[in-house]
DNA sequence: TGTTGCTCCCTTTTT
DNA sequence: GGGAGCAACA
């Protein structure tokens, strides 16, 4: 038996042995959540729930599968009979289990990213939207638009309007093509990724046997990162674990500090909601700091304390001691990536690689860093940015496998077309409609002046007459794609057919097709796990949720990146950039190192240009940190007084006015209301959301 | 008519 | 570095 007494605090201990009913854990960052989920599923195990009732809904894959192996751990027995992932891939095997009735008993295919974006071109282009007219959104964008409308449940006039009202002329057809993507997706029996929530979210609601089964199956639901879940997910929550079956055991666990996706329908209400809509809701708050250094959590707590939304919350921790942060303002990017692979090399004499992260906004603020670091030939891991499945060569071999298991597949029957030369969008589209649909043209005729195209068709038949294993199957795709690879990709075929090498080991653990082309669109399956010790992690604040390392580098803080350039125009969108930066800093239990580069290269400019610091630096007091500053030479110097990155930052205000309130310099598109001229460097203005007033140095109005 | 090649532009975050 | 648009070619 498991001493929890011992083993957790006093609040910990409530939330792992709460009886049945719902439960809410708000737990704030580093509190030991993932300690006090991890001993929930050992207790629940332990107190005779069998391990097949069990669901746990989580963030990543990696995220369950983390918790699931160290329960197993505490238990000494493994725990394979919990089901754990995301809500989409749990959405996926419910809906493969009971198919939508649309689907007439056929199985459905999910779409990835590029299919989305390939099947909005292709329906604009069938409803001649946006031809030649440049101001018409991208089909990505509009791919984004549709998503955003779907997840918040809005109208595309309403998301529009909120963030991108220059568009707004465009809401028609942009809606009417949401209508034709819709139409695009049934008639192929395809899903995208938000068509798997809500389809899952129809099926436990108007099927009464398939909702029985589900929750009479799922007796005890744990969902965590609750704070993160949309309207969508909160309705499924609740339908699987209300009714006289599922007795409502759920228990959610988050922090509506570190709620970081706003901008995919991801609503705080919910976990402010829970108690409101789960009767006799057992409210429970983990506090105390487990994680960090003193110092690393005034850094947090700064950051917190200047949110327009007051958590009222300041983590402590009892543990004293720990460095300051450090502040270290390079000249530019380039010198950021060599003095912060210089300070990785001075950490791994004290850490192994993997206590070691990199943390940036977007994955392409690490290409300066992947480049030094290559060439110091230090290791590391990616995460965030571009996937594996995303390579070109990549989806080419899944969309052979996805061809076998559905002929309708059109994303993936394109891909194949188009392998072949002479062979664009027009003929791609005459062929399938030959192939699949009701049209005058005969198959054989089109085909016979292709007939690369018609071997591939062979070949994908042959692949779908009797059932192997995945592993085979990609074999046998693998040997039909590599002779092409050489004409395909002439500059780097060898790099790419080695990373193809991967897709074996990857599928070889499935026993079905469907199951692994699946994972691969929802989540990249790990690679090589052995080498991970190895590799320091370079990550996206995003993809960095729930982790924590030693030492933590987070680059890029300057204006226009961090926080990004995109967050600037609403006031909603600039806090929770504030919470992503909450959430790096607060991922670092020793070491917290900002860089503040003073120029980074500019593609459009065709050059470095000079950049302001990141205002969530400039707000942290010096008191706070200690700060390094690279001179003329390239040697970092260390700085008594406040570092001087962008421009001073004065109150500049009347006196007895501005002192004590926030000041912080920035530019910043949007509204606002002046409420007092200033000379043109110094406009105060009190803007909506900022909870305080904010000096700017540009100001372009766009008012109302 | 449809495909391919060249040039310009913008580059967030994820399932 | 990839997508979209335009112009030249088959």
Excluded at 204 to 213: C, K, Y
Excluded at 265 to 271: F, K, L, Q, V
Excluded at 553 to 573: M, Q
Excluded at 593 to 602: C, E, I, K, T
Aim: charged share 25%; proline share 5%; aromatic share 8%.
């Amino acid at each position: 038996m498991i001493d929890y007494a011992k083993a957790l605090n006093e609040a910990q201990y409530a939330a792992v042995t709460s009886g049945d009913g719902p439960v809410l854990v708000v737990a704030g960052a580093g509190s030991g959540k993932t300690r006090a989920i991890v001993y929930r599923l050992a207790w629940l195990a332990e107190h005779g729930v069998p391990q097949e009732n069990i669901l746990l809904l989580t963030f990543t894959r990696k995220a369950a599968r983390e918790m699931l192996y160290r329960a197993g751990v505490l238990l000494q027995q493994g725990l394979a009979g919990i089901q754990g992932g995301t809500f989409h891939a749990f959405a996926f095997n419910m809906l493969r289990r009971w198919l939508p009735p649309h689907l007439d008993g056929r199985a459905f295919t999910l779409m990835d990213a590029g299919d989305i974006t390939a099947a909005i071109k292709h329906c604009k282009d069938a409803l001649h939207l946006g031809r030649g007219d440049r101001s018409f959104p991208k089909s990505q964008s509009i791919a984004a638009f549709l998503s955003k409308a779907r997840n918040k449940e809005l109208s595309v006039t309403e998301v529009l309007e909120r963030e991108a009202f220059h568009l707004l002329p465009h809401a028609e057809d942009i809606t009417r093509l949401g209508a034709a993507y819709e139409a695009y997706r049934r008639e192929r029996r395809l899903f995208d990724y938000d068509d798997l929530l809500f389809e899952l979210e129809a099926l436990l609601r108007d099927n009464e046997e398939a909702a029985r089964t589900i929750r009479r199956r799922f007796t005890h639901i744990l969902v965590d990162e609750y704070q993160d879940t949309n309207h969508a997910q909160a309705r499924i929550t609740r339908l699987l674990a209300s009714g006289n079956d599922g007795g409502g055991n759920v228990m959610a666990v988050g922090d509506e500090a570190q709620s970081i996706y706003a901008f995919r329908g991801a609503d705080i209400r919910n976990i402010l909601d829970f108690p409101a809509l789960f009767a006799n809701t057992r409210v429970i708050r983990l506090e105390e700091n487990y994680r960090s250094t003193q110092p690393v959590l005034d850094v947090a707590n700064t950051l917190l304390a200047n949110a327009a939304e007051s958590y009222r919350k300041t983590l402590f921790t009892k543990r004293a001691g720990g460095e300051k942060a450090r502040l270290i303002t390079p000249l530019s990017d380039m010198s950021q990536a060599r003095l912060a692979t210089l300070r990785i090399q001075e950490l791994l004499g004290a850490y192994p690689p993997h206590e070691i992260a990199v943390l940036f906004r977007a994955g392409f603020h690490s290409y300066h860093l992947e480049m030094a670091l290559h060439q110091a030939g230090i290791p590391f891991r990616k995460y965030g940015g571009l996937r594996y499945a995303e390579a070109a060569h990549v989806k080419d071999v899944i969309a052979f496998a996805r061809l076998a298991l559905n002929p309708m597949d059109m994303p993936a029957f394109a891909r194949v077309a188009a392998l072949h030369a002479g062979i664009g969008p027009k003929t791609i589209t005459r062929l399938y409609n030959a192939l699949l649909t009701d049209s005058a043209e005969s198959p054989d005729k089109l085909f016979i002046k292709h007939p690369g195209l018609l071997e591939d068709m062979r070949f994908v038949e042959s692949l779908r007459v009797r059932a192997r294993p995945p592993v085979d199957v990609f074999s046998a795709i693998l040997e039909h794609y590599f002779p092409r690879m050489e004409s395909l990709f002439p500059e780097d075929w060898p790099r790419r057919r080695q990373g193809l090498e991967e897709i074996m080991q990857m599928s070889a653990s499935y026993g079905e097709l469907d199951l692994f082309v699946a994972d691969l669109a929802l989540e990249s399956p790990e690679e090589d796990e052995k080498d991970e010790e190895n590799r320091i992690v370079l990550s996206t604040v995003h993809s960095a949720k729930g982790l924590e390392w030693s030492a933590v580098l987070i680059i890029d803080l300057v204006e226009d990146r961090f926080p990004s350039r995109h967050a600037l125009a609403r006031p909603e969108d600039f806090e929770e950039e504030r919470r992503l930066m909450y959430v790096a800093c607060t991922r670092a239990r020793r070491h917290l190192d900002l860089y503040a580069p003073a120029s980074v290269y500019n593609r459009a400019e065709r050059g470095s240009m000079h950049v302001n610091c990141s205002p969530f630096v400039r707000e942290l007091p010096p008191s706070l940190t200690e700060e390094w500053q690279e001179n003329l030479g390239g040697a970092l110097v260390r700085k008594k007084a406040r570092a001087d990155c962008g421009a001073p930052v004065k109150p500049a205000g009347p006196a007895g006015s501005g002192n004590s309130e926030r000041l912080c310099r920035h530019r910043i598109f949007g509204r606002g209301k002046i409420i007092q001229h200033l000379p043109p460097d110094k406009m105060q203005v009190d803007f909506p959301g900022f909870g305080s007033k904010v000096i700017l140095t540009e100001y372009l109005l766009m008012e109302d």
